[in-house]
């Protein structure tokens, strides 16, 4: 079982960013996926979460507004766009599976992690 994520780099503050994450080894259309970031020196938090039907979906409220996380299932594949990024959402970002149809919460929620992309935004 393997979560690839791509897509992070290097932005100025107010640009954009689109993060993939490819799942491969199993399917996770019955499985709710998310992302969570840590940024430099601090824990690991919840960013976003969509149910396995794309039906329920979750953001934490610094985000709210501004990210995006979709989901295709036929790709097995979970996105998240960020728009208007700012400094503090520097961090090395993580696609994550859970065991439920719908995964919220921190790093104790999830079951699969994927190898982390990371996501500078200069000031």
């Known amino acids: 079982v393997q979560l690839q994520a791509s897509g992070g780099g290097l932005v100025q503050a107010g640009g954009s960013l689109r993060l993939s994450c490819a799942a491969s080894?199993?399917?996770?259309?019955?499985?709710?996926m998310g992302w969570l970031r840590q940024p430099p020196g601090k824990e690991r938090e919840f960013v976003a979460s969509?149910?396995?039907?794309?039906?329920?979906?979750y953001y934490a409220d610094s985000v709210k507004g501004r990210f995006t996380i979709s989901r295709d299932n036929a790709k097995n594949t979970v996105y998240l766009q960020m728009n208007s990024l700012k400094f503090e959402d520097t961090a090395v970002y993580y696609c994550?599976?859970?065991?439920?149809?719908?995964?919220?919460?921190?790093?104790?929620?999830?079951?699969?992690w994927g190898q982390g992309t990371l996501v500078t935004v200069s000031s």
């Open positions: 994550a599976a859970g065991s439920a149809r719908t995964v919220v919460g921190g790093p104790e929620a999830w079951d699969y």
């Open positions: 080894g199993r399917t996770f259309s019955n499985s709710g």
């Open positions: 969509i149910s396995w039907s794309g039906g329920s979906i």
